[in-house]
């Protein structure tokens, strides 16, 4: 096991989503100094009937996951894991401007109330995005996250399963902007729009500076486009999905497909393949885009007009051919796929990552290895429970 005072490699950061796992550790040069580089990195594909909930949940993804860390061969056992957003109740709230002790308790009776939460069963953590002008009143807006302590407890057990400790159990807006935004001291503080299109949703996070001051899960992801395109070519969804992998790597060789599916590259039948795909997903894209521009356009009446310096596409789809043009469209922002994450060393994404994916589909995992590496970032959730005042999820790691 790693010792505590090794500070050349980072705890796991693994990444649980809908479709996959991702287990990612990071490591210093030599030196001490310079960017990060991947020490190890594993995507495992998960069952295509997951259950949605609970133990039921955990024993499919256990002996995954235990796969995943053999084939890593990770020099540790401490973990920063992200609740999946399907496990996830949030709200944006403005309360009156108080202190700190105040707000932690206003937002916990807030959110039990706004949110439906039975008081005891869940676990409430917020991110205080600042103050806004309501009217002719100032008001402090925070961002509500609630979690069941059911849930943590069933993610909990999968860790100690596989002989894992949990540092943290994070949220993916925190991982997602530790990923891909260098700390700012400028004035004013730059602002970044992200958008994580994963597999059941997209995440939509958007920063002030080292803030986070919104966050939204927008239902429409991979499953939804492989939907769409088995309705469009009365496909199964698992043929679908392959067509849609095939098109989306852009290889040489179309993936391995039923016969009848693929084709030849450059040939005409690809070509109307490619059309068929793009004719079925573009709805859904577009759909997405008009959903970001609403945030976008929530952002810009609560913080004064204020107009994202940079756009950028993470996730899964964003290697999908047509969701930056597409979305950047309906969005009236233009949006970037990530090519490179800014710290950390790029020769070491091109050796560390498997075949077919790219650093976009691996900045939650990063982002969740760098969470005790980067103690300057604000961007970590408050509890709300009453008479406390942790960092996110310390007391289930004890527990």
Not at 104 to 132: C, H, M, N, S, W
């Amino acid at each position: 096991m790693r010792s505590w005072f090794d500070k050349s490699r980072s705890p796991i950061g693994l990444d649980l989503g809908s479709h996959s796992i991702k287990l990612v550790q990071l490591r210093r040069g030599s030196n001490g100094g310079g960017p990060w580089s991947i020490e190890s990195a594993v995507a495992m594909p998960l069952p295509a009937e997951l259950p949605d909930h609970g133990a039921a949940r955990i024993d499919v993804i256990a002996p995954k996951l235990e796969q995943a860390l053999k084939q890593g061969a990770f020099s540790t056992q401490e973990v920063v894991m992200a609740l999946p957003s399907v496990d996830l109740k949030y709200k944006s709230l403005r309360l009156p401007e108080m202190n700190v002790s105040e707000l932690d308790d206003a937002v916990r009776r807030e959110a039990i109330d706004r949110l439906g939460l039975t008081e005891g069963k869940y676990d409430i953590q917020y991110f205080d995005a600042g103050k806004v002008r309501q009217g002719d009143e100032n008001r402090q807006e925070v961002i509500v996250l609630a979690a069941a302590s059911a849930t943590i407890k069933h993610h909990l057990d999968l860790l100690t399963k596989c002989g894992l400790h949990a540092l943290a159990i994070d949220v993916s807006p925190s991982a997602i902007f530790r990923a891909l935004v260098i700390p700012s001291e400028h004035t004013p503080p730059p602002t970044h729009i992200m958008i994580d299109v994963g597999h059941s949703g997209t995440n939509v996070v958007i920063a002030r500076g080292n803030q986070i001051v919104f966050f939204r899960t927008i239902p429409i992801g991979g499953q939804q486009l492989d939907r769409a395109v088995a309705e469009h070519l009365h496909l199964s969804w698992a043929t679908a999905s392959q067509l849609r992998a095939s098109q989306r790597v852009l290889t040489d060789q179309p993936a391995d497909l039923p016969a009848g599916v693929g084709s030849a590259p450059d040939s005409d039948t690809d070509h109307r393949q490619q059309q068929a795909i793009a004719s079925a997903v573009t709805p859904s894209l577009a759909d997405l885009g008009r959903e970001v521009g609403l945030c976008l356009r929530y952002f810009s009446v609560t913080f004064r007009g204020q107009r994202p310096e940079s756009a950028r596409l993470v996730g899964g789809e964003a290697a999908c051919p047509l969701a930056k043009s597409v979305i950047s469209q309906g969005a009236g922002i233009d949006f970037e796929p990530v090519t490179q994450l800014p710290t950390i060393d790029q020769e070491s994404c091109q050796s560390k990552f498997p075949d077919g994916t790219a650093p976009a589909q691996w900045a939650t995992a990063i982002g969740l290895a760098m969470r005790h590496l980067t103690q300057k970032h604000s961007t970590r959730a408050r509890s709300a429970k009453r008479g406390a005042t942790r960092e996110l999820s310390t007391h289930e790691a004890a527990a």
